[in-house]
């Protein structure tokens, strides 16, 4: 689905106030989900969550943990719901087997590194990867998921959009109210600038880490050179400031709605267009494993990665959880 341009406003207007009672309602049955008690692992449980529905750079900020936790010499699983997928799990993901149709393109990011899980009830996924060898479960996303207890949470924010309008879906983007989401964070992680001024909405002693994305070393190539981007993200437009960063030269751009599914027409459409612009047609790492394999040849993937303001306090937080994990001498 694409996002209403009202859960980008300042929450006033006839939408959000017609769907206030709506909003409520969904609040509620949030509220009484979480009550329940989850699963608790035998083994360290991080949850990269956010409290807004769609993307806000959950999966980039579970990568790079996960990153320095196997540099740690950490057996790190990831575990997510595979949004987007048929299947509910618990699955092993298999990047061979799967496609984004059945696991999502999140699962299939995670799984190239790592190894990853989909399943719809978190716990289950847990014990499954637990079974297979996790010394440290990563969630990416789940934070409003109770059937896994969390050892350590951070609640993602995208320092562009902030949490919208400040309402509850479907008045707003928020998936339960930011004070409550963010209770039960040991920190927040703004990714970028934080434009709207999400920090003042966060509790007053609450942590913040900042971090960046920057664009990764394949985007030199494209310095100086005409491209077409198009992504199905949540946020386009920060694909395409990355472009712009690495000093690409963005003729045309196309945006899809969220996890959109590309199909060959599609694809016809973005190449003709990109060849019109005499432009290298470019898209995220997360669109391609939703391209139809004939046309991938075609596409130039930009990846972006994380970069911490304070790269020892994002360590410091890892530290306790690592510590628990009987390392093989």
Known sequence: MR?????GGDGSGLMPLLLSPLAALYGAATARRMARAGWQAPVPVICCGNATAGGAGKTTVALDLGRRLANRGVAVHFLLRGYGGRLKGP????????????????????????????????????QAAVAAGAQTILMDDGLQNPTLEKDLSLLIIDGSFGFGNNRIIP???????????????????????????????????????????????????????????????????????????????VAGRSAFADHYPFDAGDMREILAEAESLRAIPVTT?????????????????????????????????????????????
């Open 3 to 7: 996002a209403p341009e009202f859960w």
């Open 91 to 126: 699955a092993r993901v298999d990047p061979v087997l799967h496609d984004s149709q059945a696991v999502g393109d999140e699962a299939l990011l995670l799984a190239a590194e790592r190894p990853a899980w989909i399943s719809a009830d978190r716990g289950l996924g847990a």
């Open 171 to 249: 008045a707003g983007p928020l998936r339960e109210p930011v004070a409550v989401a963010a209770a039960r964070c040991r920190a927040a992680v703004i990714i970028g600038e934080d434009e709207t001024n999400a920090a003042a909405l966060l509790p007053p002693r609450m942590r913040i880490l900042r971090a960046h994305l920057r664009p990764g070393p394949e985007a030199e190539m494209l310095a100086g050179q005409p491209v077409h981007a198009f992504c199905g993200i949540a946020n386009p437009k920060k694909f395409f400031a990355t472009l712009a960063e690495a000093g690409a030269v």
């Open 285 to 329: 790492r997360k669109d391609f494993v939703r391209i139809p394999p004939a046309f991938r040849s075609r596409v130039t993937v930009v990846t972006v990665r994380l970069e911490w303001e304070d790269t020892a306090a994002i360590e410091a937080l890892l530290d306790p959880l690592a510590q628990r994990v009987p390392i093989p001498a």
